[in-house]
């Protein structure tokens, strides 16, 4: 059962939670390297949360600050709050013998005890450029495409990389594959994420489930639930998902495609359409993509951070390895995707193809848009 708790007041979400049995809350965010980080607290602590910020160790938090700077609050954002849909007590009312466990989760930002924001919390950092856009009259819009593997445990039930079918490309799992989809997908989609496809990918135990594009934060916010959601689910099934660019040698690795554009505040249009042009961009959507050329080579050790990345950013395996642009061609860092007849012209939209899902989503949004916007400043 889908809990509505669809208001902008925060202690109205807080009453609404303790009618549905909430009884915790996770307070979330990310460290510098994209793994979720969390504490829970009581429901009846979180509207203190809320005015004071909840203390944690930043020290202990790998990229955030050294031992004599450790004293660090989050402040949830209550926009992101939401019932994790697996936790016990979901949809039941009852209680267990030792009261609810009823859980529902809410991401954070990350203060300083002076009040200020962390500067090297990635979703400030995402944060400040989405601002810089808006300063130059736009809204970031992204939609990545997230690539992950299942892989089952061997018989000493220890987690290898061993995938758990042997499909392919759009093939109808035939084990536990398609359920767990399906799983991921209602579990998503409570969370409020609207799920466009799910299906299996290239390689065998590889899938992909896409989800509609959205402003740059909550797009961030999705890619976070995203993650720690498969995760959750696979366990439930009793396999492990990996956002491992490239788990095995030889076959297809796994990415973030992000497709993105700016929309014009004041227009009221995305403002990389141009119907008149040879390929539909607008100047500002081609000086938007010589920014991403530009810099490409300096943030692809946020947008690809692994030694195992650049396993996947090899030839023959539809990964980019070439610093260009293009239609059809997967090969180039970017792709400018046709936009369909039948369809609006305000789908138009450029696909960076270098990222991979075991970066950093708000670090990795924020470079490509620092790179664009730069672009787009200079008139590349």
Known sequence: MVIDIETSDPLAKIEAAKEHNIRFVELQFTDIMGIVKGVTIPLHQLDGSLKNGTWFDGSSIEGFTRIAESDQWLKPDMDTFAEI???????????????????????????????????????GVLKRQLERANALGYIWNAGPELEFFLFRKDENGEIKPLPHDNAGYFDFSTDLGANIRQDMVNALEAFGISVEAAHHEVAAGQHEIDFRYADG???????????????????????????????????????????????????????????????????LARSYMAGILTHARGMIAVLAPLVNSYKRLVPGYEAPTYLTWGRTNRSALIRVPKVSPGISIEATRVEVRCPDPSSNTYLAFAAMLAAGLDGVEKGL
């Not at 989760?105 to 005890?113: E, G, K």
């Not at 929309?263 to 539909?280: H, L």
């Open 85 to 123: 849909p697996w936790k016990p007590g979901h949809g039941d009312l009852s209680a267990g013998p030792l009261g609810s466990r009823g859980t529902a989760r809410v991401i954070c930002d990350v203060y300083t005890p002076n009040g200020e924001p962390f500067a090297g919390d990635p979703r």
């Open 217 to 283: 934060l909550k797009t961030a916010d999705n890619a976070l639930t995203f993650k720690f959601t498969l995760k959750a689910i696979a366990q439930l099934h009793g396999l492990y998902a990996t956002f491992m660019p490239k788990p095995i040698f030889g076959i297809n690795g796994s990415g973030m495609h992000t497709h993105q554009s700016l929309y014009s505040i004041s227009q009221e249009r995305n403002a990389f359409a141009d119907p008149d042009s040879k390929y539909g961009l607008s100047e």
